[in-house]
Every structure is written in structure tokens, then in C-alpha cells.
């Protein structure tokens, strides 16, 4: 596969879906990956990536940024409330935003800085334990209160269970997005973002069919 592919593929799911052309984002998953392989993606005019480490985020982007104008980098990793600042300073949008003290953190931290990336929220809606994410059934509450701290919510994201259909989680999120007056989806990784563009996604993140197998497994 290749960026080009991704993208017509992603293009004949909207026109599928009933969808407007270009209607969803894609973010092109570069962690793990070397270099090389993201900036010949970069020089094919891309510039949304998501990544899901801070630190590691940290330690090539800066570079590229001098290269490369426009980027629009997003956060798709648990993020741990020490660092939150820094991803602040780094990221264009954090779709990781999964508990009550990283919300306080990140209000606090937007007022003193005065900017606050777009976010989303985090449902673990396999309500798996050992996977970040607001359950469920907390998770109309944890958005209130995200909006009552003036935090820009933009929308929900779900890594589904892998054992589990994609394609109910998809559906599920979606709900409490649209219950909640949310527009933004973002669902469907490199083995199911068709399904998910089916399910009314605006952000897929997509990995290892762009730039390839990762050199080792991250979770
Ligand atoms: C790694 C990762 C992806 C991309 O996975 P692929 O299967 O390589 O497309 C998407 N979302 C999150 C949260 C990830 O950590």
C-alpha cells in the first residue's frame, strides 16, 4: 500500500458512504516508523501524522517542522498528565483525553498558556482493563464536565477490541457522539477504516498500510 492508495481508498468509502469527497481527515500513523519512510510521505505533500508517544513525538518533529510548513500533528497515545504541557506546546489536537485529572490538567495548563489544542475523548467502549479511555456509561458526565472547564471538545475516539467487531464499537461511539452533539469520530485504524468512514468517521488513523510494518509492536 502507499499514501496514494489510502487515499483513493478512503475517497470510493465516502462516495460509498453517501459522504462529501475529503470529508474525512487522515492522519497518517508515522510511530515506530523510521525517518526515512515518514518523510518520503511528507514529500508526497501529506501533513497530518498522529503519534502516539510524547517523547518520541518530541524527538522528530521539530526537526521536520523546519523542513516542512503546515504540519498538523496529532496525539493518538495515552498521555500521562506530566507531560500534558508538553504535548500542548507539540500537538495540533490530542485525541487521548480519557479522565478527570488530565482534563483539570489541561484547562489549567490552556488558561496559563493561553491556546489549547483540539481535543477528543477516549472511550474504551470494549470496557477493557488494560486499555485507556473513559467507560461508557461515564462518559456523557466526563464530557460535561470537559465542556464546563471550557475545553474544546471536538469529538469521541475508540480503539475497538481486537477479538470484537469493529464495525459495533464504531456504531456505539458514534451514538454517544451524536447524543451528545459531538461531530467528530475518530475511529478505524488500517484493517478497518472503510468500515469506519461507513460509520460516519471524520479522522481515520492510519499506520502500518502506509508506511509499512512497524519494527516492533507498540501498544
Ligand atoms: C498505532 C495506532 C494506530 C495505527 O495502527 P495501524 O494498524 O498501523 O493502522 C491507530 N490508532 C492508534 C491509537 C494507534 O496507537
Request: with cysteine.
Amino acid at each position: 500500500m502507499s499514501l496514494e492508495d489510502i487515499k483513493a481508498r478512503i475517497e470510493a468509502a465516502e462516495g460509498k458512504a453517501g459522504r462529501a469527497l475529503g470529508s474525512v481527515q487522515l492522519i497518517a500513523v508515522s510511530k515506530v516508523q523510521p525517518n526515512e519512510r515518514v518523510e518520503a510521505v511528507l514529500q508526497e505533500g501529506h501533513r497530518c501524522f498522529g503519534e502516539n508517544r510524547v517523547q518520541e513525538a518530541a524527538g522528530k518533529w521539530p526537526d521536520f517542522a523546519k523542513q516542512f510548513s503546515g504540519l498538523d500533528l496529532h496525539l493518538i497515545g495515552p498521555l500521562q498528565t506530566n507531560k500534558a504541557r508538553q504535548a500542548m506546546e507539540l500537538f495540533d489536537v490530542i485525541h487521548s483525553v480519557d479522565r478527570p485529572k488530565l482534563a483539570k490538567t489541561l484547562a489549567r495548563l490552556a488558561q496559563e498558556i493561553g491556546n489549547c489544542p483540539d481535543l477528543f475523548i477516549q472511550v474504551n467502549t470494549g470496557a477493557e482493563e488494560q486499555k485507556a479511555g473513559i467507560l461508557p456509561q461515564d462518559t456523557d458526565a466526563f464530557i460535561a464536565e470537559c465542556r464546563a472547564l471550557d475545553l474544546p471538545v471536538q469529538g469521541l475516539m475508540c480503539i475497538p477490541p481486537v477479538e470484537e467487531p469493529a464495525v459495533e464499537h464504531f456504531a456505539l461511539l458514534a451514538e454517544m457522539a451524536d447524543r451528545n452533539g459531538l461531530d467528530g469520530l475518530s475511529m478505524g485504524m488500517s484493517s478497518d477504516f472503510e468500515e469506519a468512514i461507513a460509520m460516519g468517521a471524520t479522522h481515520v488513523r492510519v499506520g502500518s498500510a502506509i508506511f509499512g510494518a512497524r519494527a516492533y509492536a507498540q501498544g
